[in-house]
């Protein structure tokens, strides 16, 4: 059972709508303890940093997810759900997780790009796939993924980065640390290739 983390933060239905289609057994869990017999959690996330990790703190998600996890549980992390897994946020104060050794940091353009390239970075951009792991093997060539997001993850260990994508500059768009996963894109808005990567993270048994 894939366990869709619902505390107020994201595209829950599509997610869901997508993960049913591909015939995989799927709850969007609006109680921690619908976490206890998952085998897969995703937190998704849409908004500010703050806002986020303290709607996770009022809906006691926390130490839910962090059992999941520590059962060796694939938990994926989908945009402000990716950046909330980090240690900080330059766009808040409150603390991340800290599950990845990382930060979330804004976009450091010069003021050439910035006149070129807009901020959010919104559309589609394809994947530069540095370590493919279970969610990133067999992409077709012309994949591409659909970003919408202001700020961008910095990993301390480029082991623990699975892709980046380019905007002004490289950026991490995945990451992985054992079963811990984080996509900057929206999977549930990618069409063909988000079903692919969905489908890769509910077969995988870590």
């Excluded at 969007?28 to 998704?44: E, F, G, N, W, Y």
């Excluded at 908004?47 to 962090?66: C, K, Y």
């Excluded at 811990?180 to 969905?198: D, I, M, N, Y």
Aim: proline residues 6%.
């Amino acid at each position: 059972m894939i366990a869709i983390v619902d505390a107020g933060l994201g595209n829950i239905a599509a997610i869901a709508t997508m993960l049913r289609r591909l015939g995989h057994p799927t709850r969007v869990a609006a109680d921690p303890a619908q976490l206890d017999d998952a085998s897969h959690a995703i937190l998704p996330g849409v908004g500010a940093f703050d806002h986020g990790r303290a709607s996770l703190d009022r809906t006691g998600f926390v130490p839910a997810l962090e059992a999941l996890r520590d059962r060796g549980q694939p938990v994926l992390g989908i945009c402000l759900g990716m950046q909330l897994l980090t240690r900080r946020s330059d766009e808040g104060r409150l603390p991340g997780l800290g599950w990845i050794a990382g930060e979330t940091l804004s976009f450091a353009l010069d003021d050439a790009a910035r006149r070129r390239l807009r901020i959010p970075h919104m559309g589609w951009n394809s994947l530069e796939v540095r370590a493919p792991g279970p969610l990133l093997t067999d992409l077709p060539a012309e994949h591409r993924f659909y970003f919408v997001h202001s700020y961008r993850v910095h990993c301390d260990d480029p082991a623990d980065i699975a892709a980046t994508a380019w905007h002004g500059h490289d950026f991490v768009a995945s990451f992985r640390r054992g079963n811990v996963l984080g996509t900057q894109f929206h999977p549930e808005k990618s069409h063909r290739f988000g079903l692919h990567l969905l489908d890769r993270f509910a077969r995988w048994r870590p």
